[in-house]
C-alpha cells in the first residue's frame, strides 16, 4: 500500500502526518511531499514527535515533482494550498482525500508556546490519521459517539 502526503513546505504537517501512519503499521509505504517544500524540517515538529517517541529527525523536505509520475494507492493533502495546487499526477492514484490542519509554522510566539500548537496539530493529525487508518486501510466502522455532552 503507498500513500503520499502533501502541504506546501514538508516541513510540518505532512511529515507528522506520515511519520503517523507509519507508526500505526510499518508495512505501509508512506511518503511526503510539498508544493513548495521547506530548506529544512521543522525543528519544533521533530521535538514534538520525539516525545510521542517517534524519530522523524532525518526526514528531509521533497519536492513533489519528484512523486507525480509514480502509482498511488492514497494522495492525500493536509493543507488547503497543497489541495487547490496539487500538480496532476501522471501515474494512477486511486484515492484522494483532503484533510486540512492549520500550519502551526506560521504561528509567532515563544517556543513553549510554540509547542503547544504543535502538540495540539500533532494530536488533531494522529486521530484523522488513525481513523482514515481504521477506515480505510483496515475497513472497519468506527462508532460514533452517542453522548449528549460529547466525547
Request: charge should be neutral; proline fraction near 3%; aromatic fraction near 8%.
Amino acid at each position: 500500500m503507498r500513500i503520499l502526503i502533501l502541504c506546501t513546505g514538508n516541513s510540518c504537517r505532512s511529515q507528522i502526518a506520515a511519520a503517523w501512519l507509519r507508526h500505526f503499521d510499518s508495512t505501509l509505504e508512506v511518503f511526503s511531499a510539498g508544493t513548495q517544500p521547506a530548506d529544512k524540517i521543522s525543528e519544533l515538529a521533530v521535538k514534538v514527535m520525539a516525545e510521542e517517541k517517534i524519530d522523524i529527525s532525518n526526514e528531509k523536505p521533497k519536492h513533489v515533482n519528484q512523486f507525480t509520475g509514480q502509482e498511488w494507492d492514497y494522495l492525500i493533502t493536509v493543507c488547503g494550498d497543497a489541495n487547490e495546487n496539487c500538480p496532476i499526477f501522471t501515474g494512477e492514484v486511486k484515492h484522494r482525500f483532503h484533510f486540512g490542519f492549520n500550519d502551526p509554522t506560521r504561528v509567532n510566539g515563544n517556543e513553549s508556546f510554540l509547542m503547544s500548537i504543535l502538540r495540539k496539530t500533532s494530536k488533531e493529525i494522529k486521530n484523522t490519521m488513525a481513523e482514515f487508518y481504521l477506515t480505510e486501510i483496515q475497513k472497519l466502522e468506527i462508532p460514533k459517539c452517542s453522548c449528549k455532552g460529547g466525547c
